[in-house]
């Protein structure tokens, strides 16, 4: 009688942890529901309480965390080095990583860190992540692009701070120049290639982008960054 009792109490403990568990869920489930409709209703604060409740109530709501960081995303704004900004990228980023932990292989984090970066101005992170992207999907031809981007932004920010060091404008030609040509050429060099390689990729994923021939040949004249490179996470529905 009395194991029998013992059995009987064990599985209303289990039976009331399960329903704890399941309700949990669904509460999760209206959490996200709420951030989603506030987000698009442009009410990202908002958004960002809801998606936090969500993950609270079931870590394994990865949409949760991918949504969080999203709204923590579109509230960054490129350039200005402020705390509360810097904040809210690193709180982006952070989340993104929080889903990596569990699911690796999602590019939608991968694309939100390296964009992130991008804006951050941290062009080496930014890099870094954007090859993990093309690891896992390697005919992803906006990937290629943004690090084709990137080499182009790093190439031109050396030349200009050599020359700004020798009194000379961002413009002004040193072909001719024995001494800081030869510099630019062997800093450069390998940025260059790794842009004109991802670049060729590119145009053998996606042919129609003619006009990337002309970055891939000189990598002199700025790029168009693609819309896709900004801040635009995964779509909410």
């Not at 890099?127 to 182009?152: A, F, M, R």
Request: with cysteine; proline share 5%; net charge neutral.
């Amino acid at each position: 009688m009395k194991k029998s009792l013992q059995m009987l109490a064990l599985g209303s403990i289990g039976l009331a942890v399960l329903l704890t568990t399941s309700c949990d869920k669904l509460k999760a489930r209206s959490e996200l529901n709420k951030g989603v409709q506030a987000f698009k209703a442009n009410h990202p604060e908002q958004a960002v309480d809801h998606f936090q409740k969500a993950a609270q109530l079931d870590p394994s709501l990865l949409n949760a965390r991918i949504y969080l960081a999203t709204a923590y995303a579109t509230q960054y704004t490129p350039g200005a080095d402020t705390p509360d900004n810097n904040q809210l990228g690193q709180q982006a980023i952070d989340e993104y990583k929080a889903v990596l932990e569990k699911d690796p292989k999602n590019i939608n984090s991968l694309k939100g860190i390296a964009a992130l970066y991008f804006n951050m101005k941290k062009l080496d992170d930014a890099k870094q992540y954007h090859h993990k992207v093309t690891e896992l999907d390697p005919n992803d031809p906006e990937t290629y692009y943004s690090i084709g981007v990137i080499d182009w932004t790093q190439s031109y920010q050396n030349a200009s701070e050599m020359k700004s060091k020798e009194g000379l404008k961002v413009d002004d030609d040193i072909i001719k120049d024995k001494k800081l040509c030869p510099v630019l050429k062997s800093q450069n060099d390998s940025i260059v290639q790794d842009g004109i390689d991802n670049l060729v990729h590119l145009l053998d994923v996606d042919r129609v982008r003619v006009r990337l021939v002309f970055c891939c040949c000189s990598l002199t004249s700025p790029p168009s960054v693609s819309s896709r490179t900004e801040l635009n996470g995964p779509v909410m529905t």
